[in-house]
């Protein structure tokens, strides 16, 4: 018996031709269907020629008359299941002795073909962001997610940055049409994948396909829009809304918006030297009020407390044209500049005043805090004199 023969079953009814062998006696037969069904060499014949079908019908007919054998004659060779099936009565010596050749023990080889969809041969690749919670966008954590929505399997590789150097955070292999569960991450945790890359490369197995160029996009993931709802998108990958970023569509690969001058751009630089320019002041005036407010006090009063206040009233002339998330990255920048103007004077304590509302800047100062400046100590300030929405840190 040899690859390519053709072969029919003993005891069942159907056949094949020889596509292997394995351990144990054991050979695949491939049938019309191209399914590689595990066999016992015992319980297979070959019939590519006339007198191989007469040895087979000989070979049946001695099966036959020795499954009919009393106890303690001549035994057959065939395994215990078959004999079994045919009544033979058998003791635990048998049972010792007998090579278990069931086929459901047998490893399997065989590999089902993937099932292509129509349309499915322009690679899609997605990033996805999905809420435990949908209604406690900012309180809850989200499942990472990479999503392959074409024919071909894809290697990756995605990693985040981490000051200069990058980091590693998952790798391997997605089948066609199907999403990947990468990691779970906490709201705390969203700045430290703000600067991400995935790297892809696509291919198709058992079957001839277009060559797909390699995929190496850079992403920036705003830690912002894990805060607003109106970010997360309906869609056909999960039964609700994602935070969803494309890696490549139609074959074409993201990439990250032209750097040349625009209106926009414009705006944005010229908002953040007035913001820079404002903040000055403001911590000239805050740093003489405090030095008044010790001299007025006399002795025992406290030189190392600053008062920031982030209401956007108090840093800006006017908000026009301004949505509100340009009003929150203004604040925050605010905020930046003070811890870093503050840096080297350890001990100071600085109270922002934050506002209670929504609650949306202090969550993301205390984001801040717990991401960039660890080594900070933070707490609520003094109800007292500011009320529930002020949050002071001491520079350490």
């Known amino acids: 018996m040899k690859i390519g023969d053709k072969v029919r079953f003993l005891n069942e009814i159907g056949g094949g031709k020889v596509a292997g062998f394995q351990k144990n006696n054991i050979v695949l037969i491939e049938d019309e269907d191209g399914f590689q069904i595990p066999m016992n060499m015992k319980e297979v014949v070959v019939v590519d020629n006339e007198s191989d079908k007469k040895q087979s019908q000989k070979v049946s007919t001695s099966s036959v008359s020795k499954s009919q054998t009393p106890k303690g004659e001549e035994r057959d060779n065939r395994s215990i299941k078959s004999l079994i099936g045919d009544g033979y009565s058998h003791t635990d010596e048998d049972l010792e002795t007998e090579e278990d050749y069931d086929p459901a023990d047998m490893d399997i080889t065989f590999e089902k073909p993937v099932e292509e969809r129509l349309g499915g041969n322009s690679l899609h690749v997605y990033l996805c962001f999905v809420p435990k919670d949908i209604k406690a966008i900012g309180q809850t954590t989200y499942d990472t997610y990479l999503v392959n929505d074409s024919n071909y399997y894809v290697h990756y590789t995605y990693s985040t940055k981490d000051d200069q150097v990058w980091w590693l955070r998952s790798h391997g292999e997605i089948a066609p049409n199907t999403q990947l569960f990468i990691e779970e991450i906490k709201p705390e945790e969203t700045n430290d994948i703000e600067h991400a890359a995935v790297q892809l490369l696509a291919f198709k197995r058992k079957k001839d396909y277009v060559l797909k160029p390699a995929i190496d996009v850079n992403l920036r993931i705003e830690p912002l829009k894990f805060y607003k709802l109106h970010a997360y998108q309906d869609n056909d990958f999960f039964h609700s809304k994602a935070l969803i970023y494309a890696i490549v569509e139609n074959d074409e690969a993201y990439t990250q918006p032209q750097e040349s001058i625009n209106a926009d751009k414009v705006k944005e630089e010229m908002m953040q030297k007035k913001m820079n320019e404002s903040l000055k002041v ?21 030189n190392n407390l600053v008062v920031v206040d982030l209401h956007a009233d108090e840093l800006l002339e006017t908000t026009g044209g301004m949505s509100s998330v340009d009003i929150l990255q203004y604040q925050l920048e605010v905020f930046r500049n003070t811890i870093k103007a503050y840096a080297k004077q350890k001990g100071t304590r600085i109270v922002f005043i934050h506002g209670k509302g929504e609650g949306v800047l202090r969550r993301a100062i205390l984001n801040e805090l717990n991401y960039r400046y660890k080594s900070y100590q933070y707490q609520d300030a003094s109800f007292q004199e500011y009320g529930y929405g002020a949050t002071q840190v001491t520079i350490k």
């Open 282 to 302: 403001k911590l000239k005036g805050d740093q003489q009020a405090a030095a008044q407010q010790a001299k007025g006090m006399g002795k025992g009063a406290d």
